[in-house]
């Protein structure tokens, strides 16, 4: 198979193996690396993910459509906040959220390296990714999920067959017992969409599919959801290898958007540390960006410098008004997580950091299905 992975802050690299593998100075996540030769023409072919071939591992695509999606204006929360508002409509993916693009790749990888069985610790969107693109491929698939996880995610999961691990006690608990299960078992390869490679090479096709619909003039701004951080690097890195191959001369300003009652990146940005430190979460309902401590957190500061971009805490209270008003407003059906971002650019607005008349996009990441609604 083509590519590196590599450390994202030195020159540490190695073949690509199956195992997520952490970089033995620096102690973060290797990330995927295809070095592209530009400029273009690239060959791109069909739509969706794999249109991006060129960019990622050579292996037969595990597909069910993944990606593609469309980037629709919004009309009311965009003109009351005098900006150019659109939004990427992530949740009409195969299993409803922008992971089934990581999974994809992900699984199509391990399959092309002789994975036979593949086990995460998620309790809702990854989860279903995985266990469907398993499915798909025919590999056996084990999920460890916290106890608390929502009925409606847990039979998704059932339903493509995977085999469900619950385990009590908060979130970490679940890492710790699925990494604990892969030690033990050597057959049992940890897919984890946090720590994996090629999850995160296969979010970066959201910023490719923005830019080329926009005919490689990039929005000034986006603003992301961040829990684990494979959403926000891929689209960064995504905008990068643009960047590097000349196919747009300027990077947007990436934010970060995350919920008041788990923060530990907005924290760790606003009081200027290169790596943030693990906080005691609170409750949120925005569960998807629940990520006490996040292990690419050090990349992902990193990444939000780069860019120009900025780290916003939202309060609870703003994500529910959020995640209310997109459906009544826009028509838009959304998971709470995906109204982070929602409540995220209008504190960005309000704060001054985007402007009048700027071009804003918000990846909408799931949909609102597999959440218990109020009302
Ligand atoms: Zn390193």
Redesign the pocket.
């Known amino acids: 198979m083509r590519g590196r992975l590599t450390?994202?802050?030195?020159?540490?690299e190695r073949e690509p193996g199956p195992q997520p593998v952490f970089?033995?100075?620096?102690?973060?996540p290797?990330r995927y690396e295809r070095r592209l030769i530009g400029p273009t023409p690239l060959e791109l072919e069909g739509r969706g993910v794999w249109r991006w071939r060129p960019f990622m591992p050579e292996v037969e695509p595990v597909s069910l459509g993944e990606g593609g999606t469309p980037l629709v204006p919004s009309l009311r929360l965009g003109e009351e906040l005098g900006i150019g508002l659109k939004f990427k409509l992530e949740g009409i993916n195969p299993t409803g959220s922008f992971k089934d693009r990581g999974a994809s790749v992900l699984v199509s990888v391990l399959l092309a390296l002789g994975a036979r069985k593949v086990a995460d610790d998620s309790s809702g969107n990854a989860a279903s990714a995985l266990a469907a693109y398993a499915a798909r491929a025919g590999l056996s698939a084990v999920l460890f999920v916290p106890a608390h996880a929502s009925e409606k995610k847990l039979s998704q999961i059932r339903a493509y067959g995977a085999e469900l691990v619950e385990v009590p006690g908060p979130r970490p608990n679940a890492t710790e017992a699925v990494k604990a299960a892969c030690r033990k078992d050597p057959q049992l390869v940890y897919a984890s969409h946090n720590e994996s490679p090629y999850f995160e090479a296969g979010q970066r096709t959201i910023a490719y599919e923005i830019a080329e619909e926009l005919s490689w003039e990039p929005p000034d701004h986006l603003v992301v959801p961040v829990g684990g951080g494979a959403l926000f690097l891929g689209i960064v890195q995504g905008f990068l290898d643009l960047l590097g191959l000349g196919l747009i001369h300027r990077l947007p300003h990436v934010h970060a958007a995350q919920a008041a009652a788990c923060a530990p990146i907005v924290r760790a940005f606003e009081q200027g540390l290169a790596t943030p430190k693990p906080v005691a979460p609170g409750e949120t309902v925005a569960e998807g960006v629940s990520i006490a401590s996040p292990p690419r957190g050090r990349e992902i500061l990193a990444a939000l410098r780069k860019t120009g971009g900025t780290a916003v805490a939202v309060a609870e209270e703003e994500i529910l008004a959020a995640w209310e008003r997109l459906p009544k407003e826009e028509g838009l059906y959304i998971e709470p997580t995906s109204a982070v971002a929602v409540a995220g650019v209008s504190a960005l607005v309000g704060r001054g950091v985007i402007r009048a008349g700027e071009s804003v996009v918000i990846p909408l990441t799931g949909t609102g299905l597999k959440s218990a609604h109020l009302g």
């Open positions: 450390c994202p802050f030195c020159d540490y970089c033995p100075s620096c102690g973060v290797l």
